[in-house]
């Protein structure tokens, strides 16, 4: 069985940094893709940054620059570095991960990012 569990959420005021952190427990073929999804109310559900086993990193548009995501495959763990947060960073982000092929089938329970003066 899978499982994901994210911490570090909170409130920042713009500018401001954050770390979040993804642990995982199950078998690693699991952890294949993982990365962080993020959903704010009345938005879209968006894919943050995602990170494959071997390192290779793909972030949206709209955070490049800011955010930062790694993982340690040896103790299955994940984090995004959230840096120059802005109010619209404001979401509920949530760790994922896949097995080969198969997207991202796993999710955590999610972590509340609140970006506000």
């Known amino acids: 069985q899978v499982q994901l569990v994210e911490s570090g959420g909170g409130l920042v005021q713009p500018g401001g940094s954050l770390r979040l952190s993804c642990a995982a427990a199950?078998?690693?073929?699991?952890?294949?893709?993982m990365g962080w999804y993020r959903q704010a109310p009345g938005k879209q559900r968006e894919l943050v940054a995602a990170v494959t086993r071997d390192g290779s990193t793909n972030y949206a548009d709209s955070v490049k620059g800011r955010f930062t995501i790694s993982r340690d495959n040896a103790k299955k763990t994940m984090t995004l570095q959230m840096n120059s947060l802005k109010p619209d960073d404001t979401a509920v982000y949530y760790c994922?991960?896949?097995?080969?092929?198969?997207?991202?089938?796993?999710w955590g329970q999610g972590t509340q990012v609140t970006v506000s003066s």
């Open positions: 994922v991960s896949g097995r080969p092929g198969k997207g991202y089938e796993y």
């Open positions: 199950g078998s690693i073929e699991s952890f294949y893709a």
